[in-house]
């Protein structure tokens, strides 16, 4: 495959239905869960992506047995900490900071050592949000000021901690809550407001969990068990995935889309609050709760007129893995459109509010940033010019596709966006998708 994507396209009004592959989020937390209970359990529409295969991977390393069949993937565990390993075993997370956080709380029982590496982009974020609590839970690490590599090993007898989150995090949060599941006591977390798919499907699993929700936290308390029954899941369609197709409607002429089966978990629906408040509709239709978790099919219409924003904070936890592509809505906008208290975008993959502004300069549109917030002078009759070229992004996947939105969206003389194989991360399918639009992928 060539790594770098060319395109001088700009997409024809279309009316589309389509599905998208699995959330990323619920994928992991599946498998990781499924490795501790007894038995066999099985997903179906599990997202095929890097970050999931190298949870698979792990779990295989630890002893569990893994099956990826064609319409599925079967997990058979015998339960509870009951992984089966060498000492001094390699686990890779690849780019996944979901994958190299969360198996750490699941390790804090072992006595044997391990170390956790990554890639070079996973190997620059902060690690010590949850090696700090699972230390007072008992485990000893050394790590690399912070940083994978990380060598763990656990303990025997881990304890129940009472754990004050700083910063929201789904990621730190989930891997205390992990960890708890060994501890002979309650595990008590004062959580700051972030995605709860572990707490869903903790109640979902009858792990018994108590969740007291407060304005801007919320007090969780989780008591250690001694068994996990099996679980089947079919998993729907990543919210973040979707954002992608909805931003391209949004900004296209006369184009409808339908998306089906969506997770519309309201810790992931930030996006579609905040393009709410830019004045875009959308229609959810056959909305249901499954296991927890609420799903529905989406339907939008492009826009001719999107008002600007000052995007309140308290969308941001909610959002934060499409803020790149609320930019590129925000750059057709009649006016100044402001986001702030975004610092936690530079903690992933890449520096995400540099890039945002990047991306928006290269094609005319001004900003103001700093190293929390930015502003967008939006311009609806936008017209790129000159040729715009992406590259040296740390390969992330978002600001791969998020680049490929705005040169079908926005067209232009040409486009280079380099590292097109970063989409196997998350989103392995997404060039296939556009194709689908008629827009030709060299």
Partial sequence: MKKILKINQKIKPFTKEISIEGDKSLSIRWALLASQAKGTSKAYNLLRSEDVLSTLKCLKTLGIKVKLRKNCCEIKSKGLNKFNYKNNITLNAGNSGTLGRLIMGLLIHSNKKIKIIGDKSLSKRDFLRVTEPLKKMGASFKTSKGRLPIKIQGTSIPKPINYIENKGSAQCKSSVMLAALNTKGVTSIKARKSRNHTELLYKYLNIPIKINKKKKIDLIKVRGVKAIKTFNYKIPSDISSCAFFITLTILSNKSKILIKNVNLNPTRTGFLKIIKLMGIKTIVKNKKNYKGEIIGDLQIKSHNTIKPINCPTTLNSASIDEFLLIFLIAAKAKGVSFFKNLSELNEKE??????????????????????????????????????????????????FMASVIASIAFGGPMWHIHDRDSINTSFPSFLKKISEFGVKIN
């Fill in 350 to 399: 890449s520096p995400r509010l540099e890039w945002g502004s990047r991306i928006l300069n290269k094609i005319g549109i001004k900003t103001k940033t700093t190293k929390h917030s930015i502003k967008i002078f939006g311009n609806p009759q936008l017209k790129v010019t000159k040729k715009v070229e992406i590259k040296n992004f740390l390969k992330d996947h978002r600001v």
